[in-house]
């Protein structure tokens, strides 16, 4: 209600200065697209050369499906204006949409020949209906015609993907690495995954890449994808340097290429290094047994995080960072641990004050200090903090938690109680985690719905999986149109992955997310995991 009145203040506002194109524009934001339609219409008919009314005339038909219109209005403004390329679009819009594909895509061949400039827009149009096979041969003929264009050959590869074919994407690859070597960068998660998918038979098609050390890395992604870590290292370590061999090992560490980073590290890397890896490959004896010959600050961090995070043996990892902290005041990576540390040890304060030595604080350090003043009631700080985190790292995937964090500080008169159970599940302290719980499931608030997530998740720690699901099958009994079910749903699917490792289980919940849940933001979680079972995001893309 307050959403709309505000809305509704800022059109008389607008309205009374006479600017019918800015208010059709903010009726479209608002989803008003009726109402936006009708005044687009205001604006052409005022002036029909108006790119921006023409633009959002053609959007809100196309999202109301006012084909029979669009065409119309847009067909008899085409005669009174020449040359006017957005409406000839519009038109072509309007004929696929109208299901008029013969006369849609002569007006394509008419259109490219009087603006070839605008070859990507017309690519688009083309993609949105279905038209893969006549956007790649218009693709297909600029490239041939103009010469390779990056632009280009990237819209043409993102075709031949959809249609399930890796062989020639990899072949424009290489032509795009020939014709600009910085690309290669970038280009490499696709590489992975067409290995994956080929299992490494692709390669062949980057042999065409002229220059020997971009070959190798290129052909070695590709193997890595498709789990050969022996013949990717082996390429690399023909052409490359220790220096660059170490920093190739850390990249494709970050993009959980773990077996490749390994067997580099083994070769140029300190034992730090080696123990991080096995460690995330579970390899739990064999990580400790390096660290524990090798007595570098570096290695002894990571003995401190192994005793922090898999071992849960807090106070030994409290006096492993200080040891760190001696030798290297102010590393960020120990002031960061050592305030985990002091979290799941309750010390808060003690916490905090380690946070605030940390002189440029990254997203993890403002997470962590969100969390800090969650736990200590502060509530107000919390807001504060995550706005500074969602400002100044947008993009960071610890932003959705941190405004989790700052929904619930707004919680009312249980968000207390519920903060202290959190905290005693970062600590360990189940029994009187879960006692601070049961009082609060009772309720019919928000923060009695989370007690229910926060309930099945100290069960699915004590490995009772059946009744983690059982409470979570109790939460859909007495919240059945909460706007957490798909919460709910991404918790339950989080139990049948880890806990009884049922991929297709979870992809039927994620899947049921999605169709039951539209609307809701965790459906985005749920649509990255599924591309996830399904091999469709490569490592190193965005999750």
Do not use: C
Not at 31 to 37: D, I, N, P
Not at 96 to 119: C, D, E, I, S
Not at 130 to 137: F, I, K, R, T
Not at 483 to 511: C, H, M, P, T
């Amino acid at each position: 209600m307050v959403k709309r009145l505000m809305l509704v203040l800022v059109l008389i506002f607008v309205a009374g200065r006479g600017q019918d194109l800015p208010r059709a524009q903010m009726l479209e934001g608002a989803g008003q697209l009726e109402s936006a339609f009708l005044l687009y219409k205001v604006v052409l008919e005022q002036n029909p050369d108006n790119r921006q009314a023409v633009q959002g005339f053609i959007r809100t038909a196309r999202g109301l499906g006012r084909f029979d219109s669009l065409f119309q209005v847009l067909q008899r403004y085409e005669k009174q204006t020449e040359g006017n390329g957005d409406i000839v679009l519009g038109v072509i819009e309007a004929l696929f949409g109208l299901r008029r594909r013969g006369a849609a895509l002569n007006r394509v061949r008419v259109f490219y020949q009087q603006w070839p400039t605008r070859l990507l827009e017309l690519v688009e149009l083309l993609r949105r209906y279905g038209e893969n096979g006549v956007a790649a041969e218009l693709l297909e003929g600029a490239i041939a015609s103009q010469g390779l264009r990056i632009h280009y050959a990237e819209r043409l590869i993102e075709i031949y993907e959809q249609e399930g074919n890796v062989s020639r994407p990899a072949r424009l690859v290489a032509e795009i690495v020939n014709a600009d070597p910085n690309q290669l960068a970038r280009l490499l998660p696709r590489l992975a995954d067409y290995g994956r998918k080929s299992k490494g038979r692709v390669a062949k098609e980057l042999e065409r890449i002229r220059d020997s050390k971009l070959r190798a890395r290129a052909m070695a992604e590709v193997y890595v994808g498709a789990g050969d870590d022996e013949t990717a290292v082996r390429l690399v370590r023909a052409v490359m340097s220790g220096a660059e061999l170490l920093l190739l090992a850390r990249k494709w560490e970050e993009t959980g290429a773990w077996g490749a980073a390994l067997r580099l590290y083994q070769d140029y890397g300190a034992g730090a290094d080696r123990s991080r890896v096995l460690r995330r490959m579970g390899r739990m004896d064999e990580a400790l047994l390096v660290l524990e010959k090798d007595s570098t600050p570096e290695a002894r961090l990571e003995l401190a995080e192994f005793f922090r995070e898999e071992k849960q043996e807090l106070e030994r990892a409290v006096q492993l960072y200080h040891d760190v902290l001696r030798r290297r005041p102010g590393h960020y990576g120990a002031l960061l641990g050592l305030a985990g540390a002091l979290v799941g040890l309750k010390e808060l304060d003690s916490a905090r004050a380690v946070l605030m030595k940390i002189g440029e604080p990254r997203d993890s350090v403002l997470f962590l200090l969100a969390r800090v003043l969650f736990y200590q009631g502060k509530f107000d700080s919390v807001q504060i903090v995550v706005r500074n985190l969602n400002g100044r790292f947008p993009q960071s995937p610890l932003v959705n938690d941190a405004l989790e964090l700052a929904l619930l500080s707004l919680g009312g008169e249980g968000v207390t109680t519920l903060a202290q159970a959190m905290l005693d599940y970062e600590s360990g302290d189940e029994q009187e985690g879960m006692s601070r719980l049961r009082r609060l499931m009772p309720g019919q608030d928000r923060i009695a719905q989370e007690a229910f997530f926060l309930f099945s998740r100290f069960l699915y720690q004590q490995r009772r999986y059946r009744e983690a699901l059982a409470v979570l099958d109790t939460f859909a009994i007495r919240f059945p149109n909460s706007e957490l079910g798909a919460k709910a749903g991404l918790v339950r699917a989080e139990i049948y992955q880890d806990g009884f490792k049922d991929e297709n289980r979870v992809q039927s919940i994620l899947e049921g997310l999605i169709v039951q849940f539209p609307g809701s933001p965790y459906v985005e979680l749920a649509r990255n995991w599924l591309k996830r079972l399904k091999g469709e995001i490569a490592p190193g893309e965005v999750r």
